[in-house]
């Protein structure tokens, strides 16, 4: 119990770490991507006031939402294949656990980007649709 706890501790002061040290490097807006996840407030700004507006809407947000979550996770799951093959040595089943986990992760990775880009895509083509009726 008491590994566990330290762990957690451990983990979460890792974490409060990276985030101050990643609101030091922060990107200027200027430099941002036009069709980042959360560009929210110019999609409020064009939301039309019909519930279909309302439904796009939060399926950016949910979209965008997995893919911040995701890539993390990614890194940091891609960093445990790591260190997971550096500690194997000749333990075959170590590595062959190592290489799934990674495996895996990229496998996941592809179908979070894959599913926020088919939805930002379908969602283009239905404002498109709309804005020409």
């Known amino acids: 119990m008491k590994r566990f706890l330290k762990t957690i501790l ?3 002061t890792a974490l409060v770490l990276l985030q101050l040290v990643a609101h030091a490097y922060t990107v200027d807006p200027s430099f941002r991507p036009e069709n980042s996840p ?3 407030e110019e999609d409020i700004k064009n939301v039309d006031a019909t519930a279909g ?8 947000v949910i979209s965008g939402a997995l893919l911040n979550f995701a890539a ?9 294949s790591g260190l997971t ?4 040595g000749a333990d075959t089943e170590a590595i ?23 939805v930002r895509a379908i969602l283009q083509i239905i404002i498109g649709a709309a804005e020409a009726n």
């Open 72 to 80: 993390p996770l990614a890194v940091v799951m891609i960093t445990f």
């Open 85 to 88: 093959f550096a500690r194997a």
């Open 10 to 12: 451990l983990t979460i």
């Open 53 to 60: 507006g309302g439904a796009i809407l939060i399926l950016q």
């Open 38 to 40: 959360f560009a929210i």
């Open 96 to 118: 062959d656990s190592a290489k799934k986990h990674l495996i895996w992760t990229l496998v996941g990775l592809a179908v979070i980007i894959l599913s926020w880009s088919i």
